[in-house]
């Protein structure tokens, strides 16, 4: 029985590391196009005193901000350039996708686990 509650305890932190990832990618994306917004990133972790996986601290992505020529715009230097974002809509979509769908993979293992838990539970009583 210990293995089935192992097995709902990764997908359950799974579940929440994965939404948590999408939500910072959500938060990339809407940023896009913001002057000076550094992109987020995180890394999971294994958890030392359960069983799971947890996300580490956030970090803000170091690659150079674009510069953008502009010279109406309110943020540009005497040259006309401002600092736009680091975030590459590509790579923040394709996050999006891979962190969703391994949302939905912890879903159906969670679900399965539930379910032989409840099966397990009624041979039980009989």
Avoid: C
Wanted: no cysteine; aromatic share 6%; hydrophobic share 40%.
């Amino acid at each position: 029985m210990s293995d089935l509650g192992s097995s709902l305890s990764f997908a359950a932190s799974g579940m929440q590391a994965q939404a948590s990832r999408l939500r910072h990618v959500s938060e990339n994306i809407a940023n896009a196009d913001t002057p000076g917004y550094r992109r987020k990133t995180v890394a999971f972790e294994e958890m030392a005193d359960q069983p799971g996986v947890a996300l580490s601290p956030v970090r803000l992505d170091q690659k150079p901000l674009d510069r953008i020529f502009d010279p109406g715009h309110p943020l540009a230097d005497e040259a006309g350039f401002y600092d736009g974002s680091n975030v590459d809509l590509i790579t923040e979509i394709a996050d999006a996708r891979e962190a969703q769908r391994s949302y939905e993979a912890n879903l159906r293992m969670f679900d399965q686990a539930r379910q032989m838990t409840s099966d397990l539970l009624a041979l039980l009583r009989r």
